[in-house]
């Protein structure tokens, strides 16, 4: 294949910023490059030393003065759900049953199903998401369609086949065992297929039967490596249903601790009233909590602590996420942007370093995936994104009076949407312009 050469001005992730002076946090090249072959960054650094190395065949595309970044990561977002952003509702549970429902139930349908997902990743491509972590219907014919979409175009994905069997349409419910097999079944057709994989996905305590849930901790002990995927403590009348369901249990979290459902891998949607003990289940076994501002800001869910946890003795490991269709923005600009204003009114600080480490190198590495993909390493996925902070009228405003990189982060997620993203390199291939 080809190799390809990419111009910019290169950032990329060492560890987690302390503070907004932190340079030590970052790798940053003013005239950098990066090179490309086969899926895979081959070099990275400055323009002169890694254009030396290119082969003499190499494609070259100057982005200057854009910034090159690793592709975002977001941690949870619903497939489905892509026809029920901004449906006006209450709260929590009325949004699942007046809309949510009803929209899922639609995707039986395979035809359906391969529509939405061609939609979904051009709306990725668009917004700079390289990989995500999806829930897909209760239909295992929408998982297929997801993954097949997924391989076609080789993104790093990780999606899950729905496991439900109450408090649902009758529509949308498997049972235990058929959940336990379909969920084999998209394991044994997708999983390690060029670069998709998959996650054990029981929906949420509400909608899962006891039995439905031992068997999805049989699945975690059957399947160790693969991420596991729910909901939790997103809202005060979910908690209080779950407790109603779950009566000999100490907590919401304690359900899934019983059937074996936390640990390194386990992703736990939401996860905002969190009790000291809780919290500290969550810790102890790595699980992690998934912050999604815009959604909890929408359905009235409740403001994340997101210091609150990941400042204590007994830290819990922390993923963000747009949460579509409860998010209302496919953009991870977008959602920090809210992220920060969650904090803000908690009297917490996120500086744009942050930010910006949480969407690439830190969700990575909620996903135990930081070998693979989150940073620009050589022999790392190549998985780029290319920003513009120049997008719009009002930004290029606004630059003009930008003196500092931190400044110009901070305009991207405050201004920015996918209009700030010039081009989208999905496995080294440029997939913005292609749409």
């Given at each position: ?9 290169l ?5 987690a910023p302390q503070n907004?002076d932190d ?6 090249e003013?005239?950098g490059?990066?090179?490309?072959q086969?899926?895979l ?7 002169a ?6 082969p003499?065949?190499a494609?070259?595309t100057?982005?200057r ?6 592709g ?10 892509m026809?029920?952003?901004g449906?006006y509702?209450?709260a ?5 049953n007046t ?9 039986v349908?395979p035809?359906h199903a ?7 990743f051009?709306?990725l ?7 995500a972590v999806a829930?897909?219907s209760v239909?295992?014919?929408s998982?297929?369609?997801f993954?097949?979409?997924?391989h076609?175009?080789?993104?790093r994905?990780?999606a ?8 649902a ?9 058929t959940?336990?097999?379909?969920t ?8 390690g297929?060029?670069?998709?994989m998959?996650?054990i996905?029981?929906?949420f ?7 439905q ?11 160790p490596?693969l ?5 939790l403590s997103?809202n ?9 369901l779950?009566p000999n249990?100490k907590?919401?979290t304690?359900v899934y601790?019983?059937y ?11 996860s ?5 003990r ?7 076994s790595?699980?992690?909590?998934v912050?999604c ?6 359905l009235?869910?409740?403001?994340f602590?997101?210091?609150?946890l990941?400042?204590?003795d007994r830290?819990?490991?922390?993923g963000?996420?747009t949460?579509i269709?409860g998010?209302?923005s496919?953009?991870?600009?977008r959602?920090?942007?809210e992220g ?8 917490q ?9 949480r969407?690439?190198?830190?969700n ?5 995936l930081e070998?693979?993909?989150g940073?620009i390493?050589?022999g ?6 290319i920003?513009d902070a120049?997008?719009t009228?009002a ?7 930008v003196?500092r990189?931190?400044e110009?982060?901070?305009?991207l997620?405050t201004l920015?949407d ?5 081009e989208?390199y999905v ?8 749409l």
């Open positions: 294949m080809t190799s390809r050469l990419i111009r910019g001005r950032l990329s992730f060492r560890q907004i340079t030590r946090s970052y790798f940053y003013e005239d490059a990066v090179l490309m086969d899926g960054i081959t070099a990275r650094g400055d323009y030393t890694v254009c030396a190395e290119a003499a065949d494609v070259e100057d982005h003065p854009f910034l090159i970044m690793p975002f990561i977001d941690t949870h977002l619903h497939f489905p759900q026809q029920v952003v449906s509702a209450a929590l549970l009325e949004w699942l809309y949510t429902f009803v929209e899922e139930q639609r995707f349908d035809i391969a529509k939405i997902a061609t939609a979904f051009d709306e491509v668009r917004q700079g998401t390289t990989t829930y897909c239909h295992k014919a998982a297929d369609a993954f097949a979409e997924s076609k175009r080789n993104f994905m990780i899950g086949k729905v496991m439900m069997d109450r408090n349409p009758p529509a949308l419910l498997d049972t235990p065992q959940g336990y097999d379909d084999k079944a998209v394991i044994e057709c997708w999983h297929v060029g670069r998709q998959v996650a996905t029981p929906r305590a509400i909608t899962s039967t006891p039995q849930m031992e068997m999805a901790g049989t699945l975690v002990r059957e399947y490596n991420h596991m995927q729910t909901h997103e005060d009348a979910e908690i209080a249903y779950t407790m109603e779950y249990h907590d919401y304690d601790d019983h074996g459902l936390l640990g390194p891998k386990s992703l736990f949607g939401h905002i009233h969190l009790s000291d809780e919290a500290d289940a969550m810790s102890d790595g699980s992690v909590a912050f501002p815009t959604s909890n800001l929408f009235g869910s409740g403001l602590g997101l210091k609150t990941d400042e204590r830290p819990v490991r922390i963000v996420a949460d269709g998010g209302t496919y953009s991870m600009l959602t920090m942007d920060y204003k969650v904090l803000q009114l908690q009297g600080r996120m500086t744009p370093l942050e930010s910006f480490y969407i690439t190198l830190g990575a590495r909620a996903l135990s070998d693979t993909i940073s390493e050589v790392h996925e190549a998985d780029l994104v920003l120049r997008a009228p930004m290029e405003l606004k630059m003009d009076a003196t990189l931190t110009e982060l901070f305009l997620q920015g996918d209009r700030s993203i010039a989208t496995a080294g291939i440029p997939a913005k312009s292609a």
